[in-house]
């Protein structure tokens, strides 16, 4: 599903989705300060000829826009 992998942060060291900061699972202390945040994710759907636009992860969140493609 491209909602779930766009919105994956199981890999500490390399999230697919970034947040900017994150706590060491091991023991919850912000040891880790990423210097990248995700800001959007965007989805094209060719059949419904839309491309949605998150800025949150996608796989729990609605979209802040969809808009509609032409070709």
């Known amino acids: 599903d491209v909602k779930r992998i766009l919105s994956d942060q199981s890999d500490y060291t390399f999230p697919v989705f ?3 900061s994150r706590s060491d699972p ?3 202390n912000f040891e880790f300060w990423d210097t990248a945040a995700t ?7 060719i059949e ?24």
Do not use: C, H
Request: glycine share 6%; net charge positive.
């Open 18 to 20: 970034r947040v900017g």
């Open 26 to 28: 091991d023991t919850n």
């Open 39 to 45: 800001v959007a994710t965007g989805i094209f759907d």
């Open 48 to 71: 419904k000829k839309t491309w949605s636009i998150y800025t949150k992860p996608s796989a729990t969140s609605e979209p802040v826009v969809v808009l509609p493609m032409q070709f």
